[in-house]
């Protein structure tokens, strides 16, 4: 009997995590993400429950692949952010750079089908330990340039309003639909008061 996986044997890499991604939304449409297994994701990909692993930890992890890419992406602008200008500027500018990779022609699954989180415990927990990590990185860069003192207040209120007011954004931009453009405008509207209120800082 052939393997799993020997069908996928030279397939790069890429072409194996978005096959695994596709499986699983189309399977969390069909039966709901509480009654879609590892198993019936890596059948559907033709791949086996190994292959799944090789790429993510749990099926939550397939819920929330744009969100994570963020993450390393937020890292990697901070780090070049210049230093003459306020810092809160400094987020606002990474954040709005990530959003300028997102527009009609690709939305992040997560956000349309956001209401199938619903009562699922396991994908609440799962947004909030993500989201929480991009308002460590926002307080590790704000916290020195805000001379704030330990703990941190006025760094962890700074990244949770910068955080909450993208995560706002990203839904309404999310839910106008076909005549929703480019996520960015959406994004520095709802940064523009955070901005304001921390600039002096």
Do not use: C
């Not at 099926?59 to 692949?65: T, Y």
């Not at 330990?129 to 704000?142: A, D, I, P, Y």
């Amino acid at each position: 009997m052939t393997a799993p996986d020997t069908a996928t044997r030279g397939r790069p890499q890429s072409s194996s995590r978005e096959m695994l991604q596709e499986a699983a939304f189309e399977l969390f449409l069909e039966n709901g993400y509480s009654g879609t297994t590892v198993e019936q994701i890596a059948r559907r990909a033709g791949v086996s429950r190994n292959t799944f692993f090789n790429y993510f930890t749990g099926k939550n992890d397939v819920f929330w692949i744009d969100l994570d890419v963020t993450l390393d992406r937020l890292r990697g602008e901070l780090r070049v952010a210049q230093d003459h200008r306020p810092a809160i500027e400094a987020v606002r500018d990474a954040l709005l750079t990530i959003s300028d990779e997102l527009g009609p022609d690709r939305v992040p699954w997560a956000l349309t089908q956001y209401s199938m989180i619903g009562d699922t415990q396991e994908l609440q927990a799962s947004a909030m330990t993500r989201l929480g990590s991009h308002v460590r990185v926002l307080v590790e860069f704000l916290a020195p340039r805000l001379d704030d003192p330990r703990p941190p207040l006025l760094a962890r209120t700074a990244a949770y309003a910068a955080i909450g007011a993208t995560v706002s954004a990203a839904q309404t931009w999310a839910s106008a639909g076909t005549s929703r453009g480019k996520l960015r405008p959406y994004v520095e509207s709802a940064l523009r008061p955070v901005v304001d209120g921390f600039r002096s800082l």
